[in-house]
């Protein structure tokens, strides 16, 4: 079991067994837990917060009765930070439902999506601070006068008058 708070405080415990898989797979998204073909899931759920926050709400409905929450409430409760954190809490439980085998692989499957995730907000970084604003703006202002100048000559003057 993984727990995670939400923005008001509320702990969420997340449970996957395979009850909740199949309640996971019967409910409105259809959604299959083990469909863990090359941690595509894991790709899934990291980049599809609302997703990740519906499947997650469906995994703690019970706790959201008791609570008195409801699902647009619990999504309300999921932004930033806590997203992070309930991401977390899924793709580790989801991880330990698997017998110790699929366990190890998953568990290197997902260490490797949040390397390359981390690469790629590393290297998206490093584009963002080499980029020259306004080498960028005067480029644009060349393409700009440049496409005036070609529809202008394109148009050509006023057509002649018959004699």
Do not use: H
């Not at 409910?27 to 790709?43: A, H, M, Q, R, V």
Request: glycine share 8%; net charge negative; hydrophobic share 40%.
């Amino acid at each position: 079991m993984e727990l995670f708070k939400d923005k008001e405080s509320r702990e969420w415990k997340v449970v996957v067994d395979v009850e909740q898989v199949r309640v996971v797979r019967a409910s409105e998204l259809k959604f299959d837990l083990l469909d863990i073909k090359n941690g595509d899931i894991f790709i899934q759920l990291g980049e599809d917060p609302v997703l990740l926050v519906n499947i997650l709400y469906i995994l703690c409905r019970e706790q959201a009765e008791t609570y008195g929450v409801s699902d647009v409430q619990f999504g309300r409760g999921m932004a930033g930070g806590i997203l992070e954190l309930a991401t977390t809490a899924l793709l580790k439980e989801l991880v330990s439902f698997f017998p110790s085998q699929k366990r190890r692989v998953l568990t290197k499957a997902l260490e490797k999506m949040k390397e390359g995730e981390g690469l790629a907000m590393t290297k998206a970084i490093e584009k963002i601070d080499k980029l020259n604003l306004q080498e960028e703006f005067e480029k644009l202002e060349k393409k700009l006068e440049a496409q005036q100048n070609a529809s202008g000559e394109q148009s050509g003057g006023s057509p002649g008058t018959s004699a």
